[in-house]
Every structure is written in C-alpha cells, then in structure tokens.
DNA sequence: CTCCCGATAT
DNA sequence: ATATCAGGAG
C-alpha cells in the first residue's frame, strides 16, 4: 500500500470517531502529580503506576512531602513500578530542585522540564500537553509502535516519530491524537499480538495481517 | 549500546 | 519461560 496524505487523513479521521475523548490512563490530580507519576510509568503499565500513586500520595503529595519521606522509604512505596532504585533516586532529586528552583511547583516549561532528573522528552511532553495543556505530541511505547506501523510517521526513534506526527496532524488535534494513538495500542494494536482482524484501521493500515502474528 | 527491574500477559 | 509495560541516564 502507498501511503498518501489522504490515507493518512482517512487513518486519523477513524482514530478520532473511535477514540474520541480518550482520557489519560494515569490518575492525578495536578501537574505535579502528573510528573511523578509519568516517571514512575516508565516500564511498568499504568494500572500498577495508579495502585503505587494512589497509596504514595495519600502519604505524600507535594515536592517537600516525599523529600521528608528519605530515599529508603520512598523505594519501599515505589518497588511494584520496578527501576525503583533509578526512579527514587531521581524523584527525590526532582523534588529537591522543584523546592530550590521552582518555588515547589512544576516549571510550564518545556526545556526546564528536561532538565529534571528522570525527566527526558516523552515525559517533558505528557506534562505540557496533560498537565498544562499546551499542544504537543509525546511518543511513547504506544505511539512509536502504532505510529509505524500505519505508517502514519515513520522513523527509528521517539525523536523522528515526534517530528513526522507534527507534520501529519494539524497542532490543534496533536493532544488528542497522541491519546487516540495510545488507546488503540493498548487495545488493538498491541506490541505481541495485534488484534488485526476486526481493526477498524484495517483498510487503511499497511501493516494489516489476518489471523497472523502481526507486523 | 547497556543498564535499571517488578508485575503481568501470553 | 519470555516479551512487554505511558523511558531515561551513562
């Protein structure tokens, strides 16, 4: 199949019909919340990243909070997430500089962000586009893959998927599209094996193999 | 590129 | 048993 910008436009238009008013899978319930969790999110699904936050942050819910709670203390409340000694680490050192520099709030800043320790692009992303709503497109797991696959943007990182998505949906849908293209990677298009029979996207989707292992 | 890492789905 | 999960740092 060769892509053209309208099967690419027909590929996002069924996206939006199907997943319309997707809301993030992570819960929070500010900017700040929204950080810690994201970082925590790093390979590990949201539903355990939602069971560990709704128990941390009944303890501790502020940048000063979970410095008082000291590094051993907070592994113990992160470990189900896994990479619990990387991710303490760098919450604590987040934390610290959200105290010194920030005035205990999340900087509405896209480099600041990723200055952060344990904050790279995706999650700089996912707090200005959920957190602050301001357009922008985080590619994570989900997206790369999906992404790729409908050749809907190709490219080898996060990076060249980010860029290429920017030029095939229009800024105003760029939020909404990264939770459409999340949501369908979680349900349908999955890494393992993808449901392609029964894909909405199948008419459209380069990738489309029935009742096979996928692409 | 490797390492970090427990929980879950297949 | 092993691939995968809202990645980032060295």
Not at 194 to 209: I, Q
Request: hydrophobic share 40%.
């Amino acid at each position: 199949m060769r892509m053209t910008k309208k099967i690419r436009e027909e590929q996002l238009a069924i996206l939006e019909k199907i997943y319309a008013g997707a809301k993030p899978a992570l819960l929070f319930r500010n900017p700040f919340e929204l950080l810690i969790a994201v970082i925590l999110s790093a390979q590990c699904t949201d539903k355990r990243v939602n069971v560990t936050t709704a128990r941390l942050f009944q303890k501790a819910a502020t940048p000063e909070a979970i410095l008082a709670l000291g590094l051993e203390q907070l592994e113990d409340e992160i470990r189900d997430c896994g990479l619990f000694r990387n991710k303490a680490k760098n919450i604590l050192a987040t934390c610290q500089i959200l105290c010194e520099k920030y005035g205990g709030e999340v900087p509405d800043d896209f480099a600041a962000l990723q200055t952060l320790p344990g904050v790279g692009r995706k999650t700089a992303n996912v707090v200005e586009s959920v957190g602050f709503h301001h357009p922008a497109i985080a590619v994570d797991t989900h997206v790369f893959r999906v992404s790729n696959r409908l050749r809907l943007a190709v490219g080898s990182t996060p990076l060249e998927v980010e860029q290429g998505l920017r030029k095939a949906i229009p800024m105003d849908k760029w939020s909404d599209a990264h939770h459409w293209l999340i949501w369908h990677g979680r349900k349908v298009c999955k890494a393992r094996k993808p449901l392609c029979d029964g894909c909405p996207l199948a008419s459209v989707c380069p990738s489309f193999s029935p009742a096979a292992e996928g692409a």
